[in-house]
């Protein structure tokens, strides 16, 4: 990908395109290469999943050369035939941490002997000449070096091809986010340019593309200025294809973008990002806004409860910087306490005194203050939305453990009901916060999606939970309610929904109509869980309404910063009716389908997102067979 160079490398959109609708074909790779921790589970060519167990003495495997990459099907041994010189890096560099960037490098060189850089910048001088980081810069140089000793080729042209490759790379990601590898891109889509409020996303395709992403879809997006070379010529028909999208409506003229990183960061941290991987400072409309925007604003703000300002440091900004890295290395321990060392139990504990407790000043500034005041984050800080993210599975891990170790109907059963409906209150929470940033930035959508759909499978896994309901206690079938007992009559998300995957892509003309129904809806439903989903936690207590944030520096924002520190802990407390158990399952129904709804904006309609809500869907008995008619 290419940052706005005075070589004014660009794309443009040549018509009016509307809001979720496909501006690229499946664009192939000019090269391409496998992270090495997935070269025994994917395939070298396809970056497919790989058929396991692998057929002993056949095709899929690569038995000769001592089984370093491997394919998952002849076809596909035909169309990535890996040289000498790629299986050398392979051997020799297989920890290097350039690995996969050595390898798509060196075959794009082998690709491009006559032109070796294909119309893409290599932004050599400023990874290499300008770079502050000379362990970066020496890391280059040493992989250029290998790429150098394996081709017999000169070391200024291997380290043309790496920085061009860590300038144009884009992570290739499979359907549940994970990075399998590198791909670099010809100009079509390496000349779209970042910008952190973009009107376009991407997608990628490991195996062929469904009928309607064929390739018959013409390119809709042109250079402004400088002709495209013909790059089709170049690029063969295999390997991880990617397909441009938009999330806006783009005008005919207007420049179209995509985000080099993550939106939810406030503008401090996507700077620093931006210019330690790509060497460039953005001034997107975003960035330029001066006061900031809301949504950034929001992002990054800090409350000093009790605090005078005869007791704040002299330096404002070293304060309130040292005051988010010590939030932030808090809440890191804590996460990694989690992912690393599996103890979601102790995660949820220190997560969950941060957000009521906050930090003392005196741990700041490692000195005693009369008012004992606490420094505390905005409930929509970037720190609070990690918290919640991290909050919400570890709860719900927690509730799986305990359901898995007993069966019978006891305390511990009754305490997984708690950490259950704890996890589905944070996944509500982390949807509805994330959703109202993203009324003030509309391209969080694609965040916003996977929020919703991650809150309505929280919500249909807590309404099969048997345990502390009254049909429990009297032996009664535990089935989930039939879907047409739970149909929301006031919209019309799963008419619309179905129509999505089974007849054509969403009618986004109707977007805002679409938007305000599910918002009316799950707003009047949330009022009748909420209490129940966030007893016993005196954090979630204090959020009112977890899909309404109007409430934001009114005096209901001020006695949240005053919530007193209270683990969710096993009490009495309300019982889980049948009633609520249908409020909560309808309430989930509606996160699945409005999420689907805006996952098939982002990425179309046969997208893993979609088709996720519709297996979830489908294992309730949501969709009805006779929908499956096409047109």
Known sequence: MEMEMEMEMEMRAREDIEIGEDITPPIPPLSYALHHSFLHSHCYSCF?????????????????????????????TTTRVVSTEELHILQSHPHHPFSSDLRAALRFLQ??????IAGLLTNCRKLLLLQEDDEFAATIHEGAKAIATATATAT?????????????????????????????????????????????????????????????????????????????????????KIVVRSIKRIKQGEQVTVTYTNLLQPKKMRQSELWSRYRFICRCERCSASPPTNVDHTLQE??????????????????????????????????????????????????????????????????????????????????????????????????????GLYSELDEHLLEALDLSRTSAAYSLLLAGATHHLFRFESSLIATVANFWISAGDSLLTLSRSPVGSEFAKWDLPIANPPLLKCICSKCSLMDNFKAILFHSEAQNADFEDISSEFLDCVTIITQKVWSFLIHGCRYLRAFKDPIDFSW???????????????????????????????????????????????????????????????????????????????D
């Open 302 to 403: 800090i409350s000093s409860a009790n605090l005078d300002a005869s007791s704040l440091s002299s330096d404002q900004n070293v304060y309130r910087d040292y005051a988010i890295r010590t939030l932030t290395d808090y809440i890191d321990d804590a996460i990694t306490q989690y992912l690393s060392f599996g103890d979601p139990e102790l995660c949820c504990e220190k997560l969950e005194i941060l957000l009521t407790q906050g930090l003392l000043y005196e741990q700041l500034e490692g000195r005693e203050v009369k008012s004992q005041p606490t420094i505390k984050l905005h409930p929509l800080h970037y720190l609070c939305l990690n918290a919640y993210t991290t909050l919400a599975s570890a709860y719900k891990v927690r509730a799986s453990d305990l359901l």
């Open 156 to 240: 200024a042209s291997a380290s043309a091809a790496l920085c061009l490759v860590l300038t144009n790379g884009v992570e290739v990601q499979d359907y549940d986010g994970r990075n399998l590898g590198i791909a670099v891109y010809p100009q079509n889509f390496s000349w779209i340019n970042h910008s952190c409020s973009p009107n376009a996303s991407y997608r990628f395709f490991l195996s062929p593309p469904p009928p309607c992403c064929s390739n018959s879809t013409k390119l809709r997006i042109l250079p402004q200025h400088t002709v495209l070379t013909k790059d089709d010529e170049v690029c063969q028909d295999n390997g991880p």
């Open 111 to 116: 690709s491009h002997p006559d032109d070796r």
């Open 552 to 630: 934001l520096g009114t005096s209901k924002y001020s006695s949240l910063r005053d919530v007193q520190p209270h683990l969710c802990s096993t009490a009495e407390g309300p019982g889980y009716t049948l009633q609520e158990r249908m409020h909560i399952f309808q309430l989930g129904v509606h996160c699945l389908l409005y999420g689907g709804y805006l996952a098939s904006i982002c990425y179309g309609r046969h997208s893993h997102l979609t088709s996720q809500v519709q297996n979830i869907l489908d294992c309730e008995e949501c969709l009805i067979n006779d929908s499956h008619e096409t």
């Open 48 to 76: 497919s999943p790989l058929p396991l167990p692998l057929p002993l003495n056949s095709n899929y495997n690569n038995t000769k050369n001592h089984h370093h990459y491997y394919y998952c099907s002849p076809a596909c």
